[in-house]
């Protein structure tokens, strides 16, 4: 994982700022349609890819296939629905419906890796509220999906930003005088 450092950092940081940038859009878009809520939506669906791609790096060697499906699968809806925005209102509709899936995808394989159980718990949660949420249109499904996935992904983005314990330098043996 440590080869691809640049990588895991940027993904850590997208992980970071993606999510509560989908809750303040939805939420704008809620009180008020709004056309700042939709650019809100929009780069926050676009951070999404780098994010959910950054959770493939903490899967498990045999459960890497899967993350990385879910990955891909999340990415092309994120993308399909920053594309095409009107979408999203009808979740279930290809290829929107590919970002909650993946999401779900992304979750169970990295609920039997090392990773936080906590963490692929709350994203799967959030994965099944997605499509409910902006079907209904119901705020507290809509933000309460939102928040679980900010809950996710940052605690994923602490994982990615960890140190590798074996990188660090060792420290020196006291080298006593004897005095």
């Known amino acids: 994982m440590r080869r691809y450092l640049p990588l895991v950092y940027v993904a850590a940081v997208a992980a ?31 951070l999404f890819a780098p994010a959910v791609a950054g959770v493939t790096l903490l899967a498990h060697s045999h459960l890497r296939w899967a993350a990385v499906l879910g990955a891909a699968l999340a990415a092309i809806g994120a993308i399909a629905i920053v594309r095409r925005p009107e979408t999203l209102v009808i979740a279930l509709f290809p290829p929107a419906v590919l970002f909650p899936i993946g999401l779900l995808v992304a979750s169970g394989a990295i609920l039997g890796s090392a990773t936080s159980r906590r963490a692929a718990v709350l994203m799967g949660v959030a994965a099944l509220l997605f499509p409910f949420g902006h079907i209904s ?34 420290r020196p043996k006291s080298q006593g005088t004897g005095i």
């Not at 970071?16 to 809750?23: F, H, M, S």
């Not at 939805?26 to 780069?43: K, N």
């Not at 309460?144 to 809950?151: C, M, P, T, Y």
Request: aromatic share 4%; hydrophobic share 60%; glycine share 6%.
């Open 137 to 170: 249109g119901l705020p507290p499904l809509l933000i309460g999906g939102d928040v679980l996935l900010l809950a996710a992904f940052w605690i994923l983005a602490l994982q990615m930003a960890k140190p590798n314990p074996k990188s660090q330098i060792p």
């Open 16 to 46: 970071v700022v993606a999510p509560p940038l989908l809750v303040a859009s939805d939420i704008a878009l809620v009180m008020f349609i709004s056309t700042p809520g939709l650019i809100l939506q929009r780069l926050a669906l676009a």
